[in-house]
Structure formats: structure tokens, C-alpha cells
């Protein structure tokens, strides 16, 4: 068994993430998700998203009354919404607080009191367990070590995990290495691809991969 604990290079990750979310990226993500007019490149980046958001909640009972999800990763919230919508009793977390706050502005008013919105850490055993968790893009900057403790940490407390990773493709690895010839200062979070056949966590399915232009995300879940 892992050490469920977060680790050194898991915290510096998520800090410098978190850095990037609440610094330019935050106005950019918020048109991103929203219905505002954007160029040729971010709107198939919109697309994607939007298919893989739609594949992610087809893995969940359409039904969700009684059940305690976490939407770990929020952003600005629009899954967190939709599992409410269902249902759910939602626990909707994000490591930015500005992306948190836009989620919270944005939620219908009839879904009001059916989310809490939290800034922290989605894998803080203080939250509880949940039947579901749905993790969409915000696993994608680790490492193999730290995504695979993430996930057996997010098993010990959760029924259902559905969550996407880079996959290890030509187009991906290639945007990898050209990412890194870049500043230091300059550099977006870079996201990790990986072979899901390579990570050794029990109960993983490959359930789908979605690619639309720049957006190519690859949908898995755990099943303990």
C-alpha cells in the first residue's frame, strides 16, 4: 500500500498550479467557460472539454438523490452544477480561490444550498466520503507517483472516481518537450502525459479519449 500522505513534489505541484489559476490564467478560464466569443484554437479547446464533461457524467447515475460527490478540480463549476442538477449533494473544490468564486457566482439560484464551494486541497481527508468523485483535468499536471497516490487516497473515501489524464500520444509528447524550451517565467502549468497501462492502481477502466484540436484528454475511472 502507498503512503496515502501527499508529497513533497505532489504540494509543489498543486502550489505552482494554483499559482497560475489565480495569476493571468483566471479571466482566461473564465471565458473559456463561458459563452463569450473566443479564438479558432480555444474554442475547440471549449469543445473538448464540453464532449469530455459529457462522457465523464454518463458514468454517473442519472439519479443522484441521497449521493455525496466531490467535483474535485471545480474551476468554475459547470460540472458541479450539472451533478446537482441530478441530485447530488455536491462538494465542489478548486486549489484557486478566484476560479472557486466565479463557480459560486455562476450557480443557478435554484441549485443554491445543493453545493458547498471550497478553495484547498481535493484530496484533504477532512471532507468525508463520497459515492462518486469526478476529477476533469485536474489530475493532469502529475507525476505517476503522486496521480497514483492521489487516486489510491481519493479510493480509501470514495465508491465511483471518474477522472482524465494527457494520454501518451505523439501530438501530446511533442507539445511536452516544445513546452519545455520555454522560460521558466513564460511556462503554464505542464500537464503529464501518461500510458494509463502503466499506472498500477487497482480497479482503473479506460472508459474513452476525446480530441478536438488542441483539447486531447483521455477519460478513466476507478471502480474499487
Given amino acids: 500500500m502507498r503512503d496515502l500522505a501527499p508529497s513533497a513534489s505532489y504540494d509543489a505541484t498543486r502550489t505552482r498550479v494554483a499559482g497560475y489559476f489565480d495569476?493571468?490564467?483566471?479571466r482566461v478560464w473564465e471565458r473559456l467557460t463561458s459563452d463569450a466569443p473566443v479564438s479558432r484554437i480555444r474554442q475547440t479547446v471549449r469543445e473538448g472539454r464540453d464532449a469530455m464533461r459529457a462522457l465523464m457524467l454518463a458514468q454517473?447515475?442519472?439519479?443522484?438523490?441521497?449521493?455525496?460527490v466531490l467535483d474535485a478540480g471545480c474551476g468554475t463549476g459547470t460540472a458541479a452544477a450539472a451533478?446537482?442538477?441530478r441530485g447530488a449533494d455536491v462538494t465542489a473544490i478548486d486549489i484557486s480561490p478566484?476560479?472557486?468564486e466565479i463557480a459560486?457566482?455562476?450557480?443557478?439560484?435554484g441549485l443554491v444550498g445543493r453545493v458547498d464551494f471550497r478553495a484547498g486541497d481535493m484530496l484533504a481527508a477532512e471532507l468525508g466520503r463520497f459515492d462518486h468523485?469526478?476529477?476533469m483535468d485536474s489530475l493532469i499536471y502529475y507525476t505517476r507517483p503522486d496521480l497514483e497516490a492521489a487516486l489510491d487516497?481519493?479510493?480509501?473515501?470514495?465508491g465511483q472516481i471518474v477522472f482524465t489524464l494527457a494520454p501518451r500520444?505523439?501530438?501530446?509528447?511533442?507539445?511536452?518537450?516544445?513546452?519545455?524550451?520555454?522560460p521558466r517565467a513564460d511556462r503554464s502549468p505542464t500537464m503529464i502525459p501518461h500510458d494509463h497501462r502503466r499506472i498500477d492502481v487497482a480497479g482503473l477502466a479506460c472508459v474513452g479519449r476525446v480530441s478536438r484540436g488542441f483539447y486531447i484528454s483521455e477519460c478513466l475511472k476507478v471502480v474499487p
Fill in 23 to 26: 495569476g493571468t490564467a483566471t
Fill in 133 to 135: 468523485v469526478l476529477a
Fill in 98 to 100: 478566484k476560479l472557486v
Fill in 104 to 109: 459560486r457566482a455562476r450557480l443557478p439560484e
Fill in 153 to 158: 487516497s481519493l479510493s480509501a473515501r470514495a
Fill in 169 to 182: 500520444t505523439p501530438l501530446l509528447m511533442a507539445m511536452w518537450h516544445a513546452g519545455r524550451l520555454f
Fill in 60 to 68: 454517473m447515475p442519472e439519479d443522484l438523490r441521497g449521493a455525496r
Fill in 83 to 85: 451533478l446537482a442538477a
